[in-house]
C-alpha cells in the first residue's frame, strides 16, 4: 500500500483532503499544496486540484446569487423609497436564499460522498469539473 511522505496512505490523505475542504479553503489550499509540491501519486494530486475546484465551483455559484441578492436589495431600496411597498422584491431575496442554503448542503454532501469513496481510492464524477481537469492536467 502505497504511503505519503507523511507516513499515511495515499487513499488516506486524499480523504481527507475532501474532509479538510468542509473546514475551509485556507486549510484545504495548504493540505492540497502540500499534495501538489512534495507528493509523487497522480491520482492524489488529481484529488487536491478536485478538492479545490469543487470548494470554488460552489463558491463561485454562491457569490453569483449573492449578487443577485445584493442587486435586489439596490432594487427594494429604490422601489421603497418612490413607492414604500417591497413585497416582491423581499420574495425575492428569500427565493435567493433558499437556493443558497440548497447549494451549501449540496457542497457538503458531494465533499462528503468524494471523502468516503477517496477512501478505497475511488471516483466519483462531478460533471464538467472532472473534464476540466481533465483537459488541464
Known amino acids: 500500500m502505497e504511503k505519503t511522505k507523511l507516513g499515511i496512505t495515499i487513499k488516506l490523505y486524499g480523504a481527507a483532503l475532501y474532509f479538510i475542504a468542509l473546514f475551509g479553503i485556507i486549510p484545504l489550499v495548504l493540505a492540497a499544496g502540500y499534495a501538489l509540491l512534495v507528493e509523487e501519486n497522480q491520482w492524489l494530486k488529481r484529488v487536491a486540484v478536485k478538492a479545490i475546484a469543487v470548494v470554488l465551483f460552489f463558491g463561485i455559484l454562491s457569490n453569483l446569487l449573492g449578487l443577485l441578492t445584493d442587486s435586489n436589495t439596490f432594487l427594494n431600496t429604490l422601489i421603497f423609497i418612490f413607492d414604500g411597498s417591497h413585497?416582491?422584491?423581499?420574495?425575492?431575496?428569500?427565493?435567493?436564499?433558499?437556493?443558497?442554503?440548497?447549494?451549501?448542503?449540496?457542497?457538503?454532501?458531494?465533499?462528503l460522498v468524494l471523502g468516503f469513496r477517496a477512501l478505497n481510492m475511488r471516483d466519483a464524477k462531478v460533471g464538467p469539473l472532472d473534464a476540466l481537469i481533465s483537459k488541464n492536467m
Open 87 to 111: 413585497a416582491a422584491t423581499t420574495l425575492i431575496t428569500r427565493l435567493i436564499t433558499l437556493v443558497r442554503v440548497v447549494l451549501s448542503i449540496l457542497q457538503v454532501v458531494v465533499l
